[in-house]
Every structure is written in C-alpha cells, then in structure tokens.
C-alpha cells in the first residue's frame, strides 16, 4: 500500500487521529526500558502536505535517545494490523531534517507513499516505532488517517488535521492548515 502513482490533479484532506500502543500496532515489540533505548515522543502530520498528491503523507516525529546512536538506525512503519514493518533508514532521514547523526534529540520529518489505490473514505493505521544501532526498540505510536479524496484545481492544497495521543498519556487535539 506505501507505492503507486499519481496520474490526475487532486488534494486531499487526510485526518489524523491517535490510537494507543498495543502488541497488534507495532508488531509486538515492546519498548526496552534502560539501556539507551530510543524514545519517541510525538508522531504527528506536519501542517504543509504536498498539494495535489493525496497519497503522499509528511510526518514528522519528535526523539530522545541517551546513547545518540539512532541516527544509524531505522524507522519501522506498521499497517492496519501488519506485523512485518515497511523499513526506512534514518541516515538520510536525520540528514534531510537537519539533524546530527549521533544527536540525542530531535525532529525528523518523513515522506511516505501510499498506493493510489487508497480510496477516498479509507482510513489507514500507521504505527511507527524507532530502531537504533544496536537494535533497541522505542515505545509505539500509532495514526489512524482518514483518507478524503477530491479533485480541485492543481495546486490547492487542503487542510490537513492531526489528533494524536501518546501512549499512556491523555489526548491532545491539534489542528492544523
């Protein structure tokens, strides 16, 4: 579902809404307490999506890692109720977003492609969990994204709105656009 083209003029809304950790959203691994474990702080749509590609999604992600190896790590991404991750690299994703590879803490910001296949009214759990150097796991955290497809004239974009909560802690509402 992360691959496909687009052919025609469209923009989308695409809402975000946060949905707790559990074993089924991240593929069953837990978080390693201690040890330099990565932890992910916040997982979120970046208020600017690319106008007139509905399939293509920018998120950002907010860490902490007390060791400072998570820039040679990966990000794992999780669909519906998946159990094997789409993998991403962290290299170029630290480079891109500006951030030192063996920094403790930072925003990284992703580009992810779903098939334009994707109809409008779907709605895609996307779970992402960090994976430094050494193989430790961060906590879970998960995006339910409603899928609004509309054709409009190039180049408008639509609102895009994000909810999310964080493990373990209360929901927090965002809107942005």
Known sequence: MLRGALSVALA???AAFGAGCGDTRCGGNDR?????APVLENFFLVPEQVPGDPWTIILGADFTDDDGDLGSGK???YLNEDTQPTEQELTDVFRQSGVG??????????????ASTVRSGTTVRLGLQL???????????????????????????AAVKSRQARCGAALRNHRHG
């Open 101 to 114: 590879l063996s920094e403790k803490s930072g925003s990284l910001w992703m580009a992810l492609r779903f």
């Open 131 to 157: 994976v430094d150097k050494a193989g430790r796991y961060s906590n879970c955290y998960t995006l339910d994204l409603d899928f609004e497809v509309t054709a409009v004239a190039a180049g408008v974009p």
């Open 12 to 14: 989308a809304g695409v």
């Open 75 to 77: 990000a794992d991404f």
């Open 32 to 36: 390693q307490e201690g040890g330099g």
